[in-house]
C-alpha cells in the first residue's frame, strides 16, 4: 500500500580518473585519484503495484531483468546487496540506470554504476549511507567486474573526492592548495581493467624484481605529486604525469594509440600527460592551463580522440 503512494527516487555517481599510481596500487603502492563531477551514472527508483517484484533497467545497454530471475547478473548483486545491507525483502520497484561514463573507458563506470544504485536504494529507504558502505558494497561488485581490484574506483567514487589511496586502508584525503585543470580524452578503444590487470600480474610474476622497482618507481612519484598539490605547484607536476607515463609504458599497458594522444597534448602545450586507468585503451588525462584547454583539447581530437573533455579539480 505505502509503496503505491509513494514518488520515484534518484541518486547519482560520479566518474573517476586515476592521477598517478594505477596498477601500482594493486601492489599496495599509493595512488593519487581525483572524482569527474561532470560524468555521472543516475539511477531512479519508481514504485511498482505491489506484488510486481523488483525490475532493473539499463536503456543503455539494452538490459532489462528480474532481481529474482538474474541471480548473477552485476547489477541484480548490487541491488541484493544494498536491500540485505538495509534488512529489506525484494520490493516492488522498478530501477532505471542510465550513464554518461564510457564504459570500459578507465573513468569508473562500472564503480559508479553500482553506486548510484546503491545510493538509489538507501534513499528509497529514507536513510543516507556513509561514504565508507557504498564504498564496500561497490567494493563487492567491482571484485565481480574486474577480479582483483585494488578498491581505489570504488572509494574516490564513494568520496566524490581527490584522495590518496593505499589498498586495505581508509582513503585519506587530497590537500589541494590550488585548483586545476585536466583534459580527459577517450581513445574509443575499449580497456577492460581486468585484463590489463592480468597482463601485469603476468608480468610481474616472470620478472618479480624488474616490476617491483617500476612500482616503487611510481610510489616515488606519487609522493612528489602529493607534495605538489599541497604546495599548489601545479606546473611541477606536468613532468611527474609524463614520468608515470613512461612506467605505464614499460609496464606494458600504454598502446601506440595512448602515447600518440599524450604525445599529442604535450606538443599542443599540456604540462603533462599520461593515461588513466587500466590502459591498453580508454581515457588519458592531460594536465593543463586553463588558457590552453581550447588547443589541446582540440589537438586531441586532431590526433584521433573520439572525445575530449575539460574537468577542474577543486582546491579544499
Ligand atoms: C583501475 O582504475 C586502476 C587499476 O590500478 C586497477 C585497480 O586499482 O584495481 C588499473
Not at 555521472?40 to 519508481?46: C, K, P, Q
Not at 573507458?105 to 562500472?110: A, K, P
Not at 588513466?276 to 586531441?300: C, M
Amino acid at each position: 500500500m505505502m509503496a503505491e503512494t509513494r514518488l520515484p527516487v534518484e541518486a547519482s555517481a560520479c566518474g573517476k580518473v586515476i592521477l598517478l599510481g594505477e596498477h601500482a596500487v594493486v601492489y599496495g603502492r599509493p595512488a593519487l585519484a581525483a572524482p569527474v563531477c561532470g560524468l555521472r551514472a543516475r539511477a531512479r527508483a519508481e514504485p511498482l503495484p505491489p506484488g510486481a517484484g523488483c525490475w532493473i533497467e539499463a536503456p543503455d545497454t539494452g538490459e532489462r531483468l528480474r532481481l529474482s530471475e538474474a541471480p548473477d547478473h552485476p547489477l541484480a548483486r548490487t541491488v541484493r546487496l544494498a536491500l540485505e545491507h538495509l534488512g529489506l525483502p525484494e520490493p516492488d520497484l522498478r530501477l532505471v540506470l542510465r550513464s554518461e561514463l564510457p564504459v570500459a573507458g578507465g573513468l569508473g563506470s562500472s564503480a559508479a554504476a553500482s553506486a548510484a544504485l546503491v545510493r538509489a536504494l538507501f534513499r528509497w529507504a529514507d536513510r543516507t549511507p556513509e561514504p565508507e558502505i557504498v564504498s564496500a558494497l561497490v567494493y563487492e561488485i567491482e571484485k565481480l567486474h574486474h577480479g582483483t581490484p585494488s578498491g581505489i574506483d570504488n572509494t574516490v567514487i564513494a568520496y566524490e573526492r581527490p584522495i590518496r589511496f593505499v589498498r586495505g586502508r581508509p582513503p585519506v584525503l587530497l590537500r589541494i592548495a590550488r585548483p586545476f585543470t585536466l583534459v580527459i580524452a577517450d581513445s574509443g578503444v575499449p580497456s577492460p581493467t581486468r585484463e590489463t590487470v592480468a597482463a601485469v600480474r603476468a608480468g610481474w610474476e616472470r620478472e618479480p624484481a624488474r616490476y617491483e622497482a617500476l612500482f616503487d618507481a611510481i610510489a616515488d612519484l606519487v609522493q612528489e605529486a602529493e607534495a605538489c598539490l599541497q604546495a599548489g605547484a601545479i606546473e611541477a607536476l606536468g613532468p611527474l604525469l609524463d614520468a608515470n607515463h613512461r612506467i605505464l609504458q614499460e609496464l606494458g599497458v600504454s598502446s601506440p594509440l595512448l602515447d600518440h594522444l599524450v604525445e599529442a597534448a604535450r606538443m599542443a602545450g599540456a604540462l603533462g600527460a599520461k593515461l588513466t586507468g587500466g590502459g591498453r585503451g580508454g581515457n588519458v588525462i592531460a594536465l593543463v592551463r586553463p588558457e590552453d584547454v581550447e588547443v589541446v583539447t582540440r589537438a586531441l581530437r586532431a590526433a584521433g580522440a573520439r572525445g575530449a573533455f575539460a574537468t577542474e579539480v577543486r582546491a579544499d
